[in-house]
């Protein structure tokens, strides 16, 4: 089996036509390995979140190709791709994107209900997935109930329930206070130390520090990248 979980060939996002069209992209090349986190850094409207969107199927590129798990995206039915968003995708975002009208075990026992999972067996993964996150004892409570950064961490156990294997982070610290976000981010560092992708897209650097290699975009472009000595001698100052 392939260490590579994500690769992006050749990318580029177009939006309009003829003297008006603007690139998102312009043929960005990324591979993301089993156990990597790729931090995605540039200033704003360089495309980072467009790249974040392509890579987990939100979006379609107007040219080249997206390989998730072996899986090419392009040759997926709408059946099909939704079927591997639930199956291998994880996303958490700034704005948590919480049903409130669901508990927190709901909110991430939902793609597993989605995918077919009986319900004993998605509460059971769910209450798994929130322990992870030390919140076991709020499984009952409503997102409105819940303090940003307890959210974030519901965000973060349903990314991961069911064992998802690439998690795509878009400014998930952005609402919280700079200890409740690093705390995340250690979550974050934690599932990718245990076998999961990730792709965390972020303006902090110390954010960044968090990643095993930095990408950066520059007008929908790669410009540079870096290999970081490891989260944990970061994290230590080793």
């Given at each position: 089996?392939?260490?590579?979980?994500?690769?992006?060939?050749?990318?580029?996002?177009?939006?309009?036509?003829?003297?008006?069209?603007v690139?998102?992209?312009?043929?960005?090349?990324?591979d993301v390995q089993?156990?990597?986190?790729?931090?995605?850094m540039g200033?704003?409207?360089?495309?980072?979140?467009?790249?974040?969107?392509?890579?987990?199927g939100?979006?379609?590129?107007?040219?080249?190709?997206?390989?998730?798990?072996?899986?090419?995206?392009?040759?997926?039915?709408?059946?099909e791709?939704?079927r591997?968003?639930?199956?291998s995708?994880?996303?958490?975002?700034?704005?948590?994107?919480?049903?409130?009208?669901?508990?927190?075990?709901?909110?991430?026992?939902?793609?597993?209900?989605l995918?077919?999972?009986?319900?004993?067996?998605?509460?059971?993964?769910?209450?798994?997935?929130?322990?992870?996150?030390?919140?076991?004892?709020?499984?009952?409570?409503?997102?409105?109930?819940?303090?940003?950064?307890?959210?974030?961490?519901?965000?973060?156990?349903?990314?991961?329930?069911?064992?998802r294997?690439?998690?795509?982070a878009?400014?998930?610290?952005?609402?919280?206070?700079?200890?409740?976000?690093?705390?995340?981010l250690?979550?974050?560092?934690?599932?990718?130390?245990?076998?999961?992708?990730?792709?965390l897209?972020?303006?902090?650097?110390?954010?960044?520090?968090?990643a095993?290699?930095?990408?950066?975009?520059?007008?929908?472009?790669?410009?540079?990248q870096?290999?970081?000595?490891?989260?944990?001698?970061?994290?230590?100052?080793?």
């Amino acid at each position: 089996m392939s260490d590579t979980v994500l690769r992006l060939i050749g990318v580029t996002q177009q939006y309009g036509t003829g003297a008006t069209a603007v690139s998102a992209l312009s043929g960005v090349d990324l591979d993301v390995q089993r156990g990597e986190l790729v931090a995605v850094m540039g200033p704003s409207g360089s495309g980072k979140s467009t790249l974040l969107a392509i890579a987990g199927g939100l979006a379609i590129p107007t040219t080249g190709e997206v390989v998730v798990e072996g899986a090419y995206l392009s040759e997926q039915s709408p059946r099909e791709l939704a079927r591997l968003r639930r199956r291998s995708l994880g996303f958490v975002f700034q704005d948590f994107n919480l049903i409130p009208t669901l508990t927190a075990l709901e909110n991430v026992t939902l793609p597993l209900e989605l995918d077919g999972f009986r319900a004993r067996a998605a509460r059971r993964a769910g209450r798994d997935a929130l322990a992870a996150v030390g919140l076991e004892g709020k499984a009952s409570s409503y997102p409105d109930d819940l303090s940003g950064g307890q959210q974030q961490r519901v965000a973060i156990a349903r990314a991961v329930v069911g064992g998802r294997r690439l998690i795509l982070a878009d400014e998930p610290t952005g609402a919280l206070d700079s200890v409740t976000g690093e705390f995340v981010l250690k979550m974050l560092r934690a599932r990718v130390d245990a076998g999961a992708a990730g792709i965390l897209v972020t303006h902090e650097a110390r954010h960044a520090a968090f990643a095993d290699r930095i990408v950066f975009l520059r007008d929908g472009r790669m410009v540079d990248q870096t290999r970081r000595a490891g989260a944990e001698s970061l994290l230590t100052g080793a």
